[in-house]
């Protein structure tokens, strides 16, 4: 089969859309079709249905698929063009590089090194209470802020803030960080970072992240919030990392393990994007 028949074929699997949602039709099968593009099913130069495709697909209207492509063409993921149909004008970004759980903190320091990064803002300021509790400090206590943006190739792919102590931040200044990873400069004030504590959710961008990561505002976004220890087990770094999905993926690994009276899941995560970042989730267990 065909490149472009294999696409077409891949429409019939799509998601249903439905009237009962909140979300206009045309823009649910804009959604549908943007996630496919993203994810290489619809590959650079592939043809995507057209709108007669798009009417017995989802039962819409041919006025609601029109808008839909025309919603892909005004983005630039597509060009349509009489006599050739709709076709993908998006490249996926190349490979990720991927590594294993266990070196964590190695494969953090390996992306400071290996990206490019554009600091937006630095500051020292009051501890608000979610900072505070994350750095074990009071409420008000003055601490180091940073706003980084990381990008592979001119693009950018995380939305970095990060909070230290103001002892340790004080060993560095603006021009230091953005030459240098924070890890490595954090290490050369004679911190020993030791182990670093994570949670993994969803959030959607607000006008900061949008701007600096060139999407929509309310584009979803993955988002990673780290606390860094060192050996004494005190908190020097708190950081909430935003991603772009098409450009960062988490991946996890589940292997079986036989128990005595139960079977447990362990998993294994890695941080895949342009560059190795994030990993370690805790272990779901299923009895």
């Given at each position: 089969m065909q490149g472009d028949e294999m696409a077409l074929a891949a429409a019939a699997a799509q998601p249903r859309v439905s009237g009962a949602?909140?979300?206009p039709l045309y823009h649910q099968i804009y959604l549908i079709l943007r996630q496919k593009i993203v994810d290489g099913i619809y590959p650079f130069d592939g043809r995507l249905p057209g709108e007669q495709d798009l009417v017995e697909i989802y039962g819409v209207s041919r006025i609601t698929a029109k808008r839909a492509l025309d919603e892909l063409?005004?983005?630039g993921l597509v060009v349509r063009e009489r006599g050739r149909g709709t076709r993908v004008r998006y490249r996926a970004p190349a490979a990720p590089l991927r590594s294993s759980v266990e070196g964590l903190l190695e494969n953090l320091l390996a992306m400071g090194l290996e990206t490019e990064v554009k600091l937006v803002e630095f500051d020292y300021v009051a501890a608000s209470e979610p900072v505070a509790v994350a750095l074990e400090c009071g409420p008000g206590e003055l601490v180091q802020r940073a706003l980084r943006v990381r990008m592979i190739d001119g693009q950018p792919f995380s939305h970095l803030t990060t909070y230290v102590p103001e002892?340790?931040?004080?060993q560095f200044d603006?021009?230091?960080?953005s030459e240098t990873a924070l890890l490595a400069l954090l290490e050369r004030s004679g911190v020993e970072v030791s182990s670093a504590t994570q949670t993994i959710t969803a959030t959607l961008a607000d006008a900061s992240a949008a701007t600096h990561l060139e999407v929509d505002i309310g584009a979803a976004l993955l988002m990673v919030s780290r606390i860094v220890r060192d050996q004494s087990g005190r908190p020097i770094e708190f950081i909430t990392a935003l991603y772009r999905p098409d450009r960062y993926q988490y991946r996890m690994v589940l292997s079986r393990v036989h128990g005595k009276d139960r079977n447990v899941w362990e998993t294994s995560g890695?941080?895949?994007g342009d560059r190795q970042s994030d990993a370690?989730?805790?272990s779901p267990r299923n009895s």
């Open positions: 949602l909140r979300t063409a005004a983005e002892d340790i931040g004080r603006a021009a230091d960080l890695d941080g895949t370690g989730m805790p």
